[in-house]
């Protein structure tokens, strides 16, 4: 072993230099071979080094994103925009204003707030004596903003990244980084009408969106838990069964009675008779029979939930969005800080569209089934007590919000632009400056400084002298819709040859109207 350790150093030496090698020149003292020998195995290893190729002390780098994270392409990123645009004006239209919060919080105001869920949250690194930790939602965030800045009425929106340490199923759009889309209204204010509006605004998102036929489920954490307690279930266990039966969109019946029984500790009478509710679905008629119903009419919590679910469908029979909405007795939602309505929208149709990643809103949940139904695509609930486990003196604010699921709109919008013939621009160059003949770059770059400082989207070639047909493609293969042509005669004539880059219709235009002219033809894009 000496022997053997002493080549080592010798290739060591060759490899290292003096330096670090003369602290193992002591094994010389140990080992049975001459120096002469050494140094001929010494020789060996070399020349197998070489033959296998040189070796700089550098690994092999793969270039590749974080597990769970991905880059999105111009085209990714023109129907990511898109859908921005159409979710913040629905925002805006509702009177909300935006805020911002850190990406990453303190780590003692993330835990305790998700259930089993907190074990999903990135901590990060001791930096300076402060235990931190990536942001797992914007909604704790927004709670400990209200109780920070004492705040006790505002209706906003937020648009940002969260992290969840959860496993990645990339192929399904189950991802680490991803954005949420929450709107929340914070306020003391009378039942179910700040609700109602929450459900408005995903009702109208939804549809303008055009992602399919969908339903929007509500339930109330009161009415679950008023029925966990005539059930039978145990205080101590109404939130771990509570994060059981919000499986029931991705498991079976069976499967979740099964989890009940076997894993959390409940009776097989328990869980048939949670089984018998959760089967339910209706509209104002079931709220109204549950009302009705001897064993839940023993529950305060779950006689007060009734009565709001009441409300509430007289409230959504005004907005008109009543035949989008279902009553659910099955609907949970795992989350903890919720304490009065939930909800949660699903798309109907079967598709091929992966799952995206867990939306929490107050995150919307997302189910795993790829390829058999695209599932959730925003929920939300009411969570009255959240904001006063910030304050010192435990004062509550109010609040209810939803989130839109936008990983999920996001890879259904790509599935049906792909199978689409439509071509996305992403761009919004409105006209391309152009020129027929040689030397009149400096004519070109004129006209493109005098469009751009009239607010016109111009772009020009980055040639002195381009062919006219490599000028027309670029417009043909970006969408740009209009191409201005100088020529020496437009110059004498102060005009600019217009072309519409579609029906290769061209018309002179004085110089002086150019910008009224571009952007007439061009308002409707």
């Known amino acids: 072993m000496a022997s053997l350790g002493l080549v080592c150093w010798r290739l060591c030496a060759g490899m290292m230099g003096r330096r670090?090698?003369?602290?193992?020149?002591?094994?010389?003292?140990?080992?049975?071979m001459t120096v002469s020998q050494i140094d001929e195995e010494v020789a060996k290893l070399l020349e197998l080094?070489?033959?296998?190729?040189?070796?700089?002390?550098?690994?092999?780098?793969?270039?590749?994103?974080?597990?769970?994270?991905?880059?999105?392409?111009?085209?990714?990123?023109?129907?990511?925009?898109?859908?921005?645009?159409?979710?913040?004006?629905?925002?805006?239209?509702?009177?909300?204003?935006?805020?911002?919060t850190p990406v990453f919080?303190?780590?003692?105001?993330?835990?305790?707030?998700y259930g089993e869920d907190s074990k999903l949250i990135y901590d990060l690194k001791d930096q300076g004596g402060e235990l931190l930790s990536l942001r797992y939602d914007l909604t704790v965030p927004f709670a400990r903003y209200l109780a920070m800045n004492k705040i006790t009425n505002i209706k906003r929106y937020h648009i940002a990244k969260v992290y969840r340490r959860d496993n990645p199923a990339m192929t399904r759009g189950r991802y680490r980084e991803f954005y949420q889309c929450d709107f929340d209204i914070a306020g003391q204010y009378d039942p179910m009408i700040p609700d109602a509006e929450c459900?408005?605004?995903v009702y109208e998102i939804l549809?303008?969106?055009?992602?399919?036929?969908?339903?929007?489920?509500?339930?109330?954490?009161?009415?679950?838990?008023?029925?966990?307690?005539?059930?039978?279930?145990?205080?101590?266990?109404?939130?771990?069964?509570?994060?059981?039966?919000?499986?029931?969109?991705?498991?079976?019946?069976?499967?979740?009675?099964?989890?009940?029984?076997?894993?959390?500790g409940l009776s097989e009478e328990v869980a048939d008779q949670i089984g018998e509710y959760v089967s339910m679905q209706g509209g104002l008629d079931l709220a109204e029979r549950l009302l009705q119903d001897a064993k839940l009419a023993k529950s305060k919590q779950a006689c007060a939930g009734l009565t709001d679910m009441k409300q509430l469908f007289c409230y959504l029979q005004l907005f008109q969005v009543t035949d989008k909405v279902v009553f659910d007795l099955s609907l949970a939602r795992g989350?903890?800080?919720?304490?009065?309505?939930?909800?949660?929208?699903?798309?109907?149709?079967?598709?091929?569209?992966?799952?995206?990643?867990?939306?929490?809103q107050n995150g919307?949940?997302?189910?795993?089934?790829?390829?058999?139904?695209?599932?959730?695509?925003?929920?939300?609930?009411?969570?009255?007590?959240?904001?006063?486990?910030?304050?010192?003196?435990?004062?509550?604010?109010?609040?209810?919000?939803?989130?839109?699921?936008?990983?999920?709109?996001?890879?259904?919008?790509?599935?049906?632009?792909?199978?689409?013939?439509?071509?996305?621009?992403?761009?919004?160059t409105q006209v391309l400056v152009a020129s027929a003949q040689k030397n009149l770059l400096e004519e070109r770059l004129r006209l493109t400084s005098e469009l751009w400082n009239a607010g016109i989207k111009a772009e020009v070639l980055y040639k002195k002298n381009p062919k006219l047909l490599t000028q027309l493609q670029h417009c043909e293969e970006t969408g740009i819709p209009l191409v201005a042509i100088l020529?020496?005669?437009?110059?004498?004539?102060?005009?600019?040859?217009?072309?519409?880059?579609?029906?290769?219709?061209?018309?002179?235009?004085?110089?002086?109207?150019?910008?009224?002219?571009?952007?007439?033809?061009?308002?409707?894009s």
């Open 335 to 360: 989350l903890d800080y919720y304490t009065g309505v939930i909800y949660e929208a699903v798309l109907c149709q079967t598709t091929q569209a992966p799952t995206s990643a867990p939306l929490e």
């Open 20 to 32: 670090a090698a003369s602290s193992f020149s002591s094994l010389r003292y140990y080992s049975g």
């Open 49 to 100: 080094k070489a033959r296998l190729g040189a070796d700089d002390g550098k690994q092999t780098f793969v270039l590749k994103t974080a597990k769970g994270t991905r880059d999105y392409n111009p085209k990714q990123m023109a129907i990511r925009e898109k859908v921005f645009n159409t979710i913040i004006s629905c925002f805006k239209r509702h009177g909300a204003e935006t805020i911002d």
């Open 105 to 113: 919080e303190l780590k003692e105001t993330l835990t305790g707030k």
């Open 199 to 201: 459900l408005k605004i």
């Open 487 to 524: 020529g020496e005669q437009e110059l004498k004539d102060g005009v600019v040859k217009l072309r519409n880059v579609a029906t290769r219709e061209e018309v002179d235009v004085s110089r002086a109207e150019l910008v009224v002219e571009i952007k007439k033809r061009t308002s409707a």
């Open 207 to 264: 549809s303008e969106l055009d992602l399919g036929d969908f339903r929007i489920k509500v339930n109330d954490r009161r009415i679950l838990d008023g029925m966990f307690a005539v059930c039978g279930v145990p205080d101590e266990k109404f939130r771990t069964i509570c994060s059981t039966v919000d499986k029931l969109d991705k498991m079976l019946w069976e499967d979740v009675k099964n989890e009940m029984v076997n894993e959390k």
């Open 364 to 428: 919307a949940m997302s189910g795993d089934e790829a390829g058999v139904s695209v599932g959730s695509v925003a929920g939300g609930g009411r969570y009255d007590g959240l904001v006063g486990m910030f304050d010192p003196k435990g004062r509550k604010v109010p609040c209810v919000g939803v989130s839109i699921g936008i990983e999920r709109v996001f890879s259904i919008m790509e599935q049906k632009a792909e199978l689409s013939a439509e071509k996305i621009r992403t761009t919004e």
